[in-house]
């Protein structure tokens, strides 16, 4: 199996991510039932035993010692780092894995890029070494940061390019989160336009998401969660919630609208991280969907969302998942492709489903679009 490393940068990139890690372990926690750090783990997670001195992790098959996420965390201030690192998620992380400064990019995309970038540069390739270094197979690199921070925005596309200055090879997938037109952030179209420039140049695959599109999603999953109607009421287990009560209680900012990009991540990732007769390969994502090496930005799109009490999914239901798919109010950015041209496709469905109910429903949607090209990818994973 191989092995990918998230990279999250600034406010926005290392509170989704730690929202993704939360997930991921609740996951993991949920299959893995004999406490066996197994290959599945092993993609997302290092097995590291504290009591040995030099601090390597332990192969596959032996017992789950402790999990460290392959993960990179970068934000040029301490705040929110911290308050991970003392969190219930701090033990996933170790401080080699850690990389912060105190004052922050102050919302300026060139204190990020240039000032912060070339003063740093040295530190963040050898975090990025260290992380590679544990794995066996690297495949993907996967950065999360904001477009409107200065951080995020300009050491996120300077980490960007020492990605693919270091390792040319490895997919780099990049989820960057786009500004509301409300945004209290002055700056921050400055910094999306300047970072967009960086992310057309040198990621192989971008999945925007925009803030409007979070909160939109957020208030209509507490409208319909407030109807008191039978189904409406949220799992409490449900993913698309944290672990502290998500939706259903007050939380920190952006908790809720995170988790749901989580999820996006960790659908994306469920191929890489459990097995799966039609499981595809990280790579195949670019290799399928992106025509020409700058068109790579893919409109990201989850369904279910609004039926969160459901996770089993009867045929009736998954004819109605595949429309959603496809309506505006299941993106996470504010896009309308029908407008325009959609030049390919992916679904990527989780949990048990008929292939046979997959193909019905893509001939139904190509058979409208006759140029589209689906390509389908299932993993039977829980979700
Ligand atoms: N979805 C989401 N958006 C966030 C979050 N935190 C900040 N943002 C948005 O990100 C932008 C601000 O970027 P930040 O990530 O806070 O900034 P930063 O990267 O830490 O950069 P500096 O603070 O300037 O050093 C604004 O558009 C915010 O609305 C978050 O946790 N989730
Ligand atoms: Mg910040």
């Given at each position: 199996m191989t092995q990918s490393v998230v990279v999250q940068v600034g406010q926005a990139g290392n509170q989704v991510g730690c929202r993704f890690w939360d997930l991921a372990l609740r996951e993991h926690a949920h299959v893995n039932k004999k406490g066996l750090y197994d290959e599945a783990l092993s993609s997302f997670f290092r097995n590291v035993d504290s009591r040995r001195s030099d601090g390597r992790a332990c192969g596959v098959g032996?017992?789950?010692?402790h999990l460290k996420a392959r993960a990179v965390l970068v934000d040029m201030e301490e705040g929110v780092v911290n308050e991970i690192l003392q969190g219930p998620l701090g033990e996933v992380f170790d401080s080699t894995q850690l990389l912060t400064d105190v004052s922050?990019?102050?919302?300026n995309w060139a204190v990020g890029h240039m000032t912060y970038g070339l003063a740093y540069r040295e530190q963040i390739v050898d975090h990025l070494r260290k992380a590679a270094e544990h794995c066996d197979c690297l495949q993907c690199f996967f950065l999360i940061h904001s477009m409107g921070g200065g951080t995020g925005s300009g050491l996120g596309t300077r980490v960007l390019s020492l990605l693919e200055e270091e390792f040319p090879e490895v997919c780099r997938i990049v989820t960057s989160i786009y500004p509301s037109?409300?945004?209290?952030?002055?700056?921050s179209p400055y910094n999306s336009v300047l970072a967009m420039r960086e992310l057309t140049e040198h990621a192989d695959c971008v999945l925007p998401v925009e803030n409007q599109s979070l909160v939109d999603i957020v208030n209509k999953i507490k409208r319909m969660s407030h109807t008191g109607k039978p189904g409406s009421m949220i799992k409490r287990?449900?993913?698309?919630?944290?672990?502290?009560g998500g939706l259903t209680r007050a939380e920190k900012p952006f908790d809720d609208m995170n988790n749901i990009v989580a999820n996006l991540l960790l659908n994306i990732t469920s191929s890489a991280r459990f097995d799966g007769s039609l499981n595809m390969d990280l790579n195949e994502i670019a290799m399928n969907l992106?025509?020409?090496?700058?068109?790579?930005?893919l409109v990201p799109s989850l369904t279910p969302l609004y039926t969160l009490t459901d996770v089993s999914v009867p045929t009736r239901r998954l004819d109605q998942m595949f429309s959603d798919a496809f309506s505006k109010d299941h993106q996470l950015i504010r896009a309308d492709p029908k407008h325009s041209l959609y030049l390919a496709c992916a679904l990527m469905v989780r949990g048990q489903v008929q292939v046979s109910d997959l193909r019905r429903n893509i001939e139904r949607k190509a058979g409208r679009q006759a140029y589209v090209q689906f390509p389908l990818w299932a993993t039977h994973t829980p979700c």
């Open positions: 032996g017992r789950i010692q922050g990019s102050g919302n037109a409300e945004d209290d952030v002055i700056t287990d449900s993913t698309i919630i944290s672990g502290q992106v025509p020409f090496p700058r068109l790579h930005y």
